[in-house]
């Protein structure tokens, strides 16, 4: 069965950095592109981050821009997300994704999810 696995959540003080991990087993990783989506309470899930299967192309939401990053080990079948300057705004369940072949900025391009991890950014 595939399994993605997101660690690293947790609480934060707005400028503070987490980096968020997905352990990804049961699906040939190298073969997927990888995303990262939030979603707060009453509020649709939203694209944050995608990287290629290579990890040759990545692609960021205008509003984390500049502040987080989007990278994978391959050899360790995991994606990441390093999150600097966090806002409280970027309060949130984080989710990793994955779907065949080629980035999408859009929740329903993607077959496989985590369970989510919680971030939460205090002013």
């Known amino acids: 069965q595939v399994q993605l696995v997101e660690s690293g959540g947790g609480l934060v003080q707005a400028g503070g950095s987490l980096r968020l991990s997905c352990a990804a087993s049961g699906l040939t990783f190298s073969g997927f592109a990888m995303g990262w989506f939030r979603q707060a309470p009453g509020k649709e899930r939203e694209f944050v981050a995608g990287?290629?299967?290579?990890?040759?192309?990545?692609r960021h939401a205008d509003s984390v821009k500049g502040r987080f990053t989007i990278s994978r080990d391959n050899a360790k079948n995991t994606v990441f997300l390093q999150m600097n300057s966090l806002k409280p705004e970027d309060t949130a369940v984080y989710y990793c994704?994955?779907?065949?072949?080629?980035?999408?900025?859009?929740?329903?391009?993607?077959?496989?999810w985590g369970q989510g991890t919680q971030v939460t950014v205090s002013s």
């Open positions: 994704a994955a779907k065949s072949r080629t980035i999408a900025p859009v929740v329903t391009a993607y077959e496989y």
């Open positions: 990287i290629s299967q290579s990890g040759a192309s990545t």
